[in-house]
């Protein structure tokens, strides 16, 4: 058995949807091709409503179970509510989603980006493209707080002046303040680490304000949540962003996906997001690590991964550090078509979680447990 944990509702299924439909579609291909060590995946699903309680309440059911790994968390919030219980129980943790990096801890590896893969290379090309003033408006909750602190760091080093940033909690949907002070900065870019359904309406009220013509928002989380399908073309002119996966990818990977997910799923399907792949792509390397270890046993199925585990994925090349528990993956930047979709306008092949690998080293440190920080 298995488990997984998403927000298959409340205000945060905006992103749990596509990661729940990415989760059941890999047990099902892993099935379909012989499931692990001969045997069929049996999957345990817990949904946590996009609640913190039903989140640690959830992990701890997980955890008293038999089960051989669990894949799950969005929120760098509900991580950390969930890691806790997977390190007292010992049980092998992936977290399958993008975030402000920094952690570091032998049962837990993740698939997901990190700010040297993401905010970097965005901070860098937004200032050689559209210019060095920046404006950052973030979540109120370690992500935001985080990814903020790491803009600050990179700045220097890519020519950017970080001119304000701005927190709001999950539920702010009102920025009429905050887009004055905006106007009052005069900034060329806004560097926007918002998150959830509320934090939407940030982008419709900018465009409103007229704010659109005189700067331009880069964003490491627009789209994760669909954005570019709920809001109307003028809402999302020329906004950028950078992901590791798009739909839009003409590989013959990604194409087979996109076919294998639309006849799950149907061709009306909204999008795939990053999230979704990531998830995918943490499915089967925990399966095929596990494969090659002989069994599911959590030391020697993390000592496989450990090795520099690979796998061809929608999105490319993925290879786990061993490490550092992360992955390197291509990086693409890409900006809003104005038809529900993107345009990739620059890829880097590659790129390694730098930070992580640096502060962090499992094999010879396993007992290192924490998050660092910029």
């Known amino acids: 058995m298995v488990g997984s944990i998403l927000d298959e509702t409340g205000p945060l299924n905006i992103y749990g949807t596509p990661m729940v439909d990415a989760t059941r579609l890999a047990v099902d291909h892993i099935n379909a091709t012989g499931g692990v060590l001969g045997r069929p995946l049996e999957l345990v699903e817990v949904d946590s409503k996009s609640d913190q309680n039903e989140y640690i309440n959830g992990a701890e059911r997980l955890a008293s179970m038999d089960l051989a790994v669990v894949h799950g968390g969005i929120t760098s919030a509900s ?28 049962n837990t590896f993740i698939t997901g980006t990190v700010p040297t893969q993401q905010v970097e290379p965005l901070l860098r090309w937004a200032t050689e493209n559209i210019g060095p003033k ?13 990814s903020a602190d790491w803009a600050e760091t990179y700045a220097p080093s890519v020519g950017a002046e970080i001119l304000a940033t701005d927190f709001f909690p999950l539920d702010v949907s009102e920025f009429g303040t905050t887009l004055s002070a905006i106007q009052d900065a005069d900034p060329d870019v806004i560097f ?7 934090h939407i309406s940030f982008y419709s009220q900018f465009a409103a304000s007229g704010l659109a013509d005189e700067m331009t928002i880069v964003s490491t989380t627009f789209g994760l949540g669909n954005e570019h399908i709920a809001l109307e073309p003028a809402a999302q002119e020329n906004l950028y962003v950078a992901y590791s996966y798009f739909q839009e990818l003409d590989t013959p990977e990604n194409t087979a996906f996109v076919a294998a997910w639309q006849d799950a799923y149907g061709g009306d399907y909204p ?38 585990a690979n796998f061809v994925s929608p999105r490319g090349l993925v290879v786990m550090d061993g490490a550092a528990h992360h992955v390197t993956v291509p990086i693409r930047i890409a900006v ?14 590659s790129v390694g979680p730098e930070f992580e690998q640096q502060q962090c080293d499992l094999v010879n440190d396993p007992d290192v447990n924490e998050q660092f920080t910029p």
Request: aromatic letters at 16%.
């Open 79 to 106: 991580r950390e509510a969930i890691r806790p219980v997977f390190d007292d129980a010992e049980m092998l943790y992936f977290y399958n989603v993008l975030y402000e990096g920094g952690v570091c801890d032998i």
């Open 336 to 349: 809003t078509d104005g038809a529900n979709g993107f345009d990739v306008i620059s890829t880097y092949e």
């Open 271 to 308: 999008y795939i997001t990053d999230l979704a792949v990531d998830t995918w792509d943490g499915w089967h390397m925990w399966a095929e690590a596990t494969e090659r270890a002989g069994t599911t046993d959590r030391e020697a199925v993390i000592a496989e991964l450990q090795k520099g």
């Open 192 to 198: 926007s680490f918002l998150v959830g359904g509320a």
């Open 134 to 146: 920046v404006y950052v408006v973030a979540a109120d909750y370690n992500y935001g707080q985080i």
